[in-house]
């Protein structure tokens, strides 16, 4: 069955980077795009951006652009997020999604990713 | 980007059927039929209950129906149920593979 599992909770200090990761099985991983999605506590969904199938390309939310970079490793079937220049705003629950290229909708979620930063 | 616009919330008696509305432009939502609505319970990830404006993924019950008039976007819930109260949100594509979620609606049923 198709699983996105995701690492574990982070915590980090303003100003610092953080990077995720998000783990696939039960699918082609290079098949799908892989996107991110934020939600912060008691707050609505935030797309942050895509990295699509192909690997090579990615398009991100202008409000992150210059601070986010989305990798993956397939040999490992596993997507990356990272953000640097973290500030308290960032606090949020991240979300990898995967999407079948022109599909246009996210059909399976990882479980999410707890970052939280303090100082 | 701005959220897409929701209703904060929504209520109905269990058996009634009751409608979110999602609000964008003429860059979003009125110019593409990418629109998606996904349903998260408390703790949980999102779940996609509609894609493509009108579609359902296999799985999920034909009480969930969606539709599009200009640059709305709405998803009806018939025959309310105890297990339908969550939070909704809808979902539209934009340009160049970006895309906007709408600020989200809680659900309840009374």
């Known amino acids: 069955q198709v699983q996105l599992v995701q690492s574990g909770a982070e915590v980090e200090k303003p100003g610092a980077s953080v990077k995720v990761s998000c783990k696939a099985s039960?699918?082609?991983?290079?098949?799908?795009?892989i996107h991110w999605v934020r939600q912060a506590p008691g707050q609505g969904l935030e797309w942050i951006g895509i990295l699509k199938a192909s690997g090579d390309v990615t398009f991100y939310a202008q409000k992150f652009q210059g601070r986010v970079t989305m990798t993956r490793d397939t040999s490992s079937s596993t997507a990356y997020m990272e953000l640097s220049s973290v500030t308290s705003e960032d606090t949020a629950v991240y979300y990898c999604?995967?999407?079948?290229?022109?599909?246009?909708?996210?059909?399976?979620w990882g479980q999410g990713t707890l970052v939280t930063v303090s100082s | 980007q701005s959220a897409l616009t929701q209703p904060a919330s929504v209520s109905g008696s269990p058996g009634q059927s009751i409608t979110i509305s999602c609000t964008g432009t003429?860059?979003?939502?009125?110019?593409?039929?990418?629109v998606s609505w996904y349903q998260q319970h408390p703790g949980q990830a999102p779940k996609v209950v509609i894609y493509?404006?009108?579609n359902r993924p296999s799985g999920i019950s034909n009480r969930f129906s969606g539709s599009k008039s200009g640059n709305t976007a709405s998803l009806t819930i018939s025959g309310l149920q105890p297990e339908d109260e969550a939070d909704y949100y809808c979902c539209s594509y934009t340009n160049r593979y970006t895309y906007v979620f709408g600020s989200g609606t809680k659900v309840t049923v009374l």
């Open positions: 003429s860059s979003d939502v009125g110019a593409y039929y990418f």
């Open positions: 039960g699918y082609t991983f290079s098949d799908y795009h």
């Open positions: 999604a995967r999407e079948l290229p022109s599909a246009f909708y996210f059909d399976y």
């Open positions: 493509g404006v009108s």
